[in-house]
T-cell receptor, first 109, second 114 residues
Framework: GQNIDQPTEMTATEGAIVQINCTYQ??????LFWYQQHAGEAPTFLSY??LDGLEEKGRFSSFLSRSKGYSYLLLKELQMKDSASYLC??????????WGAGTKLIIKP | ETGVTQTPRHLVMGMTNKKSLKCEQH?????MYWYKQSAKKPLELMFV???????ENNSVPSRFSPECPNSSHLFLHLHTLQPEDSALYLC?????????????FGPGTRLTVL
């Protein structure tokens, strides 16, 4: 079967750095998405990785290792507004989007 | 604002009711999607419309019936739902008809079935 694993919940301190991991087992791979979803709001696009390596976009970076079936989202200089759920999703060989259950990130002052 | 709106934002209905969820996108996209999001579970893709034609059904129960009258509007008609259908229903759109495109989500309709 196809599976996306992410931690259910993480807690971090304002101003710190946090890494949210995502591991996947899918039939093929055509890219990995990260979305942010604030409570009661729509998911919003953060990043798309299809090649190995780190992509940086401001305070957020996303890393992919296809050989390990692994990605992480790195958030730096955490702000209270970063409290949200972070969803990992993988495109399989049939271009089906397989979603993880999301990681709820709690930021404390 | 993502350019995708959904109404109503909250809906409470009995199992014998008939209701409809509405989604509208103002982005000029060609594909629209319905997702179901239950607590602590992955997003479940229900329906995909590309250029107003349904391209994916994912074996959704027939008590959910989608309608896409044009590329800007998408409906989800609900009838004789079950309590386990209570969830957040999200609409999304993307520029093209493939999921390699970034999807833009609406705020969702929180549905409670009594």
């Amino acid at each position: 079967g196809q599976n996306i694993d992410q931690p259910t919940e993480m807690t971090a301190t304002e101003g710190a750095i946090v890494q949210i991991n995502c591991t996947y087992q899918t039939s093929g791979f055509n890219g990995l998405f990260w979305y942010q979803q604030h409570a009661g709001e729509a998911p919003t696009f953060l990043s798309y990785n299809v090649l190995d390596g780190l992509e940086e976009k401001g305070r957020f970076s996303s890393f992919l290792s296809r050989s390990k079936g692994y990605s992480y989202l790195l958030l730096k200089e955490l702000q209270m507004k970063d409290s949200a759920s972070y969803l990992c999703a993988v495109l399989d060989s049939n271009y089906q989007l397989i979603w993880g259950a999301g990681t709820k990130l709690i930021i404390k002052p | 604002e993502t350019g995708v709106t959904q109404t109503p934002r909250h809906l409470v209905m009995g199992m014998t009711n008939k209701k409809s969820l509405k989604c509208e996108q103002h982005l000029g996209h060609n594909a629209m999607y319905w997702y179901k999001q239950s607590a602590k579970k992955p997003l479940e893709l229900m329906f995909v419309y590309s250029l107003e034609e349904r391209v994916e059904n994912n074996s959704v129960p027939s008590r959910f019936s989608p309608e896409c009258p044009n590329s800007s509007h998408l409906f989800l008609h609900l009838h004789t739902l079950q309590p386990e259908d209570s969830a957040l229903y999200l609409c999304a759109s993307s520029p093209g008809g493939t999921v390699t495109d970034t999807q833009y989500f609406g705020p969702g309709t929180r549905l409670t079935v009594l």
